[in-house]
């Protein structure tokens, strides 16, 4: 009895010893905003906002693992009227405190030091903007684009700059 009663602490005790590794990682990791990576810090989308329309640029706010710590990254939609549908903008123009989506169109749009990246300790630095998602699924009541993403983050290949661009319409007070 009191050896299984050792060994069952020895485990426990191991295993917090892990959990504790792991959440002090994200305290004691040093985080470089220009040159840090979604795929360094595996975490939880909690909010995806519109930053621009002409492009769209898009800001994605991930909340760390068992952490109230966020980290930010941006990026630019990749993709052209059929995978940025009329649904797609609405939900777009929704996030803005916007009823309708005017128009849209493909575009392409020029790689510059634009995009924020923010580290679980807060600094940040811009980063060159590169595609960051694309086909987009939008049910007909969502409220905002965290709700239609069907692919990960950053995971477009190539350097294809198509993006989209789109109007809203009957904002606000309008």
């Known amino acids: 009895m009191m050896k299984f009663l050792v060994l069952v602490l020895g485990v426990l005790t191991s295993s917090l010893a892990d959990s504790n590794a792991v959440s002090r990682n994200y305290d004691e990791e040093i985080c470089d905003p220009h040159t840090m990576t979604l795929a ?4 939880i989308l909690t909010k995806l906002d519109v930053v621009l329309t002409n492009p769209l640029k898009l800001r994605a ?12 990254a941006e990026g630019m939609s990749y993709g052209s009227t059929s995978s940025f549908t009329q649904d797609s ?16 169109v493909t575009m392409s749009w020029t790689p ?8 679980p300790d807060g600094t940040s630095a811009l980063q060159t903007c590169r595609n960051m998602q694309q086909d987009f699924r939008c049910p007909t009541d969502a409220m905002s684009l965290k709700e239609c993403i069907t692919k990960p983050f950053f995971s477009i290949s190539g350097n294809n ?3 989209i ?6 904002c606000g007070e309008d």
């Open 40 to 43: 360094q810090y595996p975490a």
């Open 61 to 72: 706010t991930f909340r760390l693992p068992n952490s109230t710590k966020e980290i930010t």
């Open 89 to 104: 903008a609405i939900v777009a123009c929704r996030s803005l405190g916007c009823s309708k989506a005017a128009g849209r």
């Open 112 to 119: 510059t030091q634009a995009c924020r990246f923010t580290c």
């Open 161 to 163: 700059l198509n993006g």
């Open 165 to 170: 661009a789109f109007v809203c319409s009957e």
